[in-house]
C-alpha cells in the first residue's frame, strides 16, 4: 500500500464534489421550506366533539393556528449512543475490507421553527474502526492491517418531518424525519501495521505524530517531544431517523447518518483507490423538549387537525353570525343609498325635491331643470349684434354656434376700430364658489380664443373671471340660472 502522504484520486470513483455540493443545496432548500411553511394567522382553536361517536383531540388548547412559535414548546435537548461503522448505506469505495462497529455518542441542540422545519446543532463523538478481512481473520496487505480513529464533530443540520401517524387521537405520535447539514471533525487517525500490532489492541497502533514544535512527523507511537496529530475537517452529514412521542415533553429517536469528510486520511490510509472518506453512525436517543406546562410542544402539532377542529368551534360560529348580521346591516344601508322614490336618478337622501313628476328632466339636487322659452333668450345671439352676452350651457364651456354671428360682429368691430375689450366670464350658483370661479374663467377664454381665431389681436383682448358673482337674473330659479351663465363684453 502507499504512504498516507500519497493523495491520489481515481475519478472513476465516487464522484465526492458532486456529492458534497449536492447535499449543500439540499440543506438550503430544506431550510427556505421551513421558513415558508413557519407563517402565521391568528384564529383560536378550541377543540370540540363532532358527534357521539366521533372523537376530536382530546382536551382543549389556546394555541392558535400558526399562531406564532411564541404559544408552544419549541426548544429541546437530547441525547443519544449508537454504533460507527466505516461502511454507509450507498455503498461506495472503502479502503477497508471489513467494518469493525465501533462506539458512537452526542448531545443535540434544536430548535423548532415550525411543525414541519427545525434547526439542530449536533455534538459527537467516538470511534470508527476497520481492518482487512480473510475469511474472518485479520490480515496484512501492504503496510495496513487495521485502522482505528477517534473524532469529535460540530454540525448544524436542517431537520425536516416529511410524514407523521396520529393514530385515533389525531395527535402526532409518530415523525419521520430527513436531516442535512455541514459542520466541522476533529479526529485523529491511526493504524495496524501488522496483524500481531493489531492484536495487540488499538493503543498499540501507530498514530499520525506531531513533534514538539508542533509540525507533522513520521507516524508511530507516541513519545518524548511528540504527540498524537489532530485534523480538522469539512463533515456534511446527511440522515433519517424516527421519533416516538413517550410524552408530551419526551420522545424517543431512532435514526441514521451518513457523514461525509472532506478528506483521505480519516480511514487511517490514503491507496490508488481511495476517495474522500465517509463513515456512517446508526443511534437511539432521547430527546426532552422544554417549556411551560401550559403549552403544547410545536413538534407533536397537527396542523391540519387543528384547522378542521376550527370549523366546529362555538365562539368561531358566534363570530361568524356576527359577522354576517353586520354585512347586512351595510348591505341594508348601501340600498337605503340607492333608493329612489321617485325615479328621477337622484337618491331620496340626495334629492332635494322628492317626488317629482315622471319623465321629468332634474339637476344634481333632484329638482326640475326649467329650460327657457326661446324668445326668452337674447335676441343679439340671433341678430349678430356686436357685444351682446354670450350664454352657455349649465356647467359647459363650450360656445353654441347660435353664439357666432355675435362673436363674428364683435371681431369685426374690434379689428376695425383697433379697440380693446375686456371679457367677463359669469356662472350661475350652482356648485362651489372655486368650482364656478374656475368654470367663468374657461368661459371668458372661450370667448377670447375665437375672437383670437378670427384675426383679432391677442393683446387688445383681457379675460377677467367673476363666478358666480354679479348675476344678472335670480339663481333661485332656472330662467335667471340660465341668464347668468354668459360671458359680457366691456369695450375700452
Known amino acids: 500500500m502507499k504512504k498516507i502522504t500519497n493523495k491520489s484520486f481515481n475519478l472513476k470513483t465516487m464522484n465526492y464534489s458532486t456529492l458534497k455540493k449536492t447535499a449543500t443545496l439540499s440543506f438550503a432548500a430544506l431550510l427556505t421550506a421551513g421558513m415558508v411553511s413557519a407563517q402565521d394567522t391568528t384564529k383560536t382553536v378550541t377543540t370540540t366533539t363532532m358527534s357521539t361517536d366521533t372523537t376530536m383531540s382530546s382536551g382543549t388548547t389556546t394555541a392558535k393556528v400558526f399562531g406564532g412559535r411564541g404559544q408552544y414548546k419549541t426548544f429541546s435537548i437530547g441525547i443519544n449512543g449508537g454504533l460507527t461503522s466505516p461502511f454507509v448505506a450507498i455503498g461506495g469505495v472503502n479502503d477497508w475490507e471489513k467494518a469493525q462497529l465501533g462506539i458512537g455518542y452526542g448531545i443535540s441542540l434544536r430548535s423548532q421553527l415550525a411543525h414541519s422545519f427545525g434547526l439542530q446543532l449536533d455534538l459527537h463523538g467516538g470511534q470508527v474502526k476497520g481492518r482487512n478481512d480473510d475469511n474472518g481473520n485479520p490480515q496484512q496487505i501492504g503496510s495496513r492491517t487495521a485502522f482505528a480513529t477517534k473524532f469529535y464533530s460540530a454540525t448544524l443540520s436542517g431537520v425536516v418531518n416529511v410524514a407523521t401517524i396520529d393514530f385515533i387521537r389525531r395527535k402526532n405520535s409518530v415523525n419521520f424525519f430527513i436531516t442535512g447539514g455541514a459542520g466541522l471533525a476533529f479526529y485523529k487517525p491511526s493504524y495496524a501495521e501488522t496483524v500481531a500490532q493489531y492484536n495487540g489492541g488499538t493503543d498499540a497502533f501507530n498514530f499520525y505524530l506531531n513533534d514538539a514544535n508542533g509540525n507533522p512527523t513520521t507516524p508511530g507511537q507516541p513519545g518524548s517531544g511528540t504527540s498524537k496529530r489532530t485534523v480538522k475537517e469539512l463533515i456534511i452529514p446527511i440522515g433519517a431517523g424516527v421519533k416516538f412521542k413517550l410524552t408530551d415533553a419526551v420522545a424517543l429517536n431512532l435514526g441514521y447518518t451518513m457523514n461525509f469528510i472532506d478528506g483521505y486520511n480519516f480511514d487511517g490510509t490514503a491507496t490508488q483507490r481511495d476517495t474522500r472518506d465517509k463513515f456512517s453512525y446508526g443511534y437511539a436517543g432521547l430527546e426532552f423538549t422544554l417549556g411551560g406546562k401550559g403549552k403544547p410542544n410545536l413538534d407533536w402539532v397537527n396542523p391540519v387537525a387543528m384547522m378542521y377542529d376550527e370549523l366546529y368551534d362555538a365562539a368561531l360560529r358566534q363570530e361568524v353570525e356576527a359577522l354576517k348580521t353586520r354585512v347586512t346591516n351595510v348591505e341594508n344601508a348601501v340600498t337605503d343609498l340607492k333608493k329612489d322614490s321617485d325615479g328621477d336618478g337622484v337618491a331620496d337622501q340626495f334629492d332635494k325635491c322628492p317626488n317629482t313628476p315622471a319623465g321629468s328632466v332634474v339637476?344634481?339636487?333632484?329638482?326640475?331643470?326649467?329650460?327657457?322659452?326661446?324668445?326668452?333668450?337674447?335676441?343679439?345671439?340671433?341678430?349678430?349684434?356686436?357685444?351682446?352676452?354670450?350664454?352657455?350651457?349649465?356647467?359647459?364651456?363650450?360656445?353654441?354656434?347660435?353664439?357666432?354671428?355675435?362673436?363674428?360682429?364683435?371681431?369685426?368691430?374690434?379689428?376695425?376700430?383697433?379697440?380693446?375689450?375686456?371679457?367677463?366670464?359669469?356662472?350661475?350658483?350652482?356648485?362651489?364658489?372655486?368650482?364656478?370661479?374656475?368654470?367663468?374663467?374657461?368661459?371668458?377664454?372661450?370667448?377670447?380664443?375665437?375672437?383670437?381665431?378670427?384675426?383679432?389681436?391677442?393683446?387688445?383682448?383681457?379675460?377677467?373671471?367673476?363666478?358666480?358673482?354679479?348675476?344678472i337674473a335670480d339663481n333661485s330659479t332656472e330662467e335667471g340660472r340660465v341668464l347668468n351663465r354668459r360671458v359680457a363684453f366691456a369695450k375700452k
Open 363 to 471: 339637476d344634481g339636487s333632484g329638482c326640475v331643470i326649467v329650460f327657457p322659452a326661446t324668445a326668452a333668450m337674447s335676441d343679439s345671439s340671433k341678430t349678430g349684434t356686436a357685444y351682446s352676452n354670450i350664454q352657455f350651457e349649465f356647467d359647459s364651456s363650450v360656445l353654441r354656434t347660435s353664439s357666432y354671428p355675435t362673436l363674428d360682429a364683435t371681431s369685426a368691430d374690434l379689428r376695425s376700430s383697433g379697440a380693446t375689450v375686456q371679457v367677463n366670464g359669469y356662472a350661475s350658483s350652482e356648485g362651489t364658489a372655486a368650482h364656478n370661479m374656475s368654470l367663468s374663467r374657461d368661459r371668458a377664454n372661450s370667448v377670447k380664443t375665437y375672437l383670437v381665431n378670427s384675426g383679432v389681436t391677442a393683446s387688445k383682448v383681457k379675460v377677467k373671471a367673476f363666478g358666480e358673482t354679479n348675476p
